[in-house]
């Protein structure tokens, strides 16, 4: 695991759940240094698993199945592989645990999907020709604000080749929430979060840790901007305030996808201030078409599409 790389990456404006940080950190925090960090009040609201099970075959071969009920029909071209699961002519693509940027194959069975990979798997549902709908499983509380919107474009793009639904789990928040809305249509369970329409940063000052072991760094450095927000110093008011602009820039960014996808007014967005709603508030909201659970919502979009 590329410990360097996470904690890197957690210093750049993320569209995620703080409940994602907070697992993230608990489970690698000190072995990135950083002690048994907490940032959330709710621990047990951790990253959501894959909503695939595993079953051994007559073979006693572990081989993956469906969390929703078969179909009575084969799958198209049986046994060729692809990079989604197939539920009769659905592609099924599973947005679940930490969102990445790069990565193309890492995926939840890890805790974390890319950005990369889900493109990979959008495109070649949209090109398979036995493949009539996607649903995307969504169970993610978010992750990068790098290459988020991308992949909004695109699946809100592939509306016009191929319909599309995503469904929640228990959870589509940040950048889930921003994926999943671009699909066509969009439903979730009594019971769930989505929303979190914001974004945020994180900044570690570890010049008291640092003093108590003794230590005193000295960073030598060309360029007036070279190690703006360095971790061994409070954070100076110029840069906290550059961060801030970076933040907001990106949640206008944010909820212009939101308000393309959902046929919303930006205000409208702007003014649910990053608060997360359970399903029946959420389709008052706007943020969801219908409150049904994954089976119900599949079958449906299954007549749908004929």
């Not at 950190?25 to 959501?48: E, H």
């Not at 007014?265 to 649910?272: C, F, N, Q």
């Not at 706007?286 to 007549?303: K, M, P, T, Y």
């Amino acid at each position: 695991m590329d410990l360097v790389s996470i904690r890197a990456r957690m210093t750049r404006p993320l569209v995620a759940d703080l409940r994602t940080i907070d697992a993230v950190l608990s489970a690698i925090g000190p072995r990135m240094g950083l002690g048994p960090a907490r940032l959330a009040s709710d621990p047990m609201r951790v990253i959501g698993g894959r909503n695939l099970a595993m079953e051994d075959d007559e073979a006693g071969e572990r081989r993956r199945i469906s969390a929703f009920p078969p179909l009575d029909m084969e799958s198209p071209r049986p046994g060729e592989w692809r990079p989604y699961d197939v539920y009769g002519p659905l592609a099924l693509i599973c947005v679940h645990g930490v969102l990445v940027s790069r990565g193309a194959w890492i995926g939840a069975d890890c805790g974390m999907t890319s950005y990369e990979g889900l493109r990979i798997q959008i495109d070649t549902a949209l090109a398979d020709p036995d493949i009539r709908g996607i649903v995307f499983d969504v169970n993610s509380g978010g992750g990068e604000a790098a290459g988020c919107f991308d992949l909004a474009d695109r699946i809100y793009a592939a509306r016009q080749i191929k319909p599309s639904l995503a469904i929640v789990g228990d959870w589509a928040c940040s950048a889930a929430y921003a994926v999943a809305s671009s699909a066509a249509g969009m439903a979730a369970p009594r019971v769930c979060d989505v929303g979190s329409i914001g974004v945020w940063s994180l900044h570690w000052d570890m010049s008291k840790q640092l003093e108590a072991e003794g230590l005193a760094p000295t960073l030598v450095f060309a360029g007036d901007h070279k190690i703006d927000g360095h971790p061994f110093a409070a954070l100076p008011d110029t840069v906290r305030d550059r961060m801030q602009r970076d933040a907001d820039d990106i949640r206008t960014l944010f909820a212009e996808c939101v308000a393309r996808n959902r046929g919303l007014s930006v205000d409208a967005v702007l003014a649910t201030e990053a608060d997360v709603y359970a399903g029946a508030q959420a389709l008052e909201t706007g943020l969801i078409d219908e409150v049904a659970d994954r089976h119900a919502a599949v079958a449906e979009f299954l007549e749908v599409i004929g």
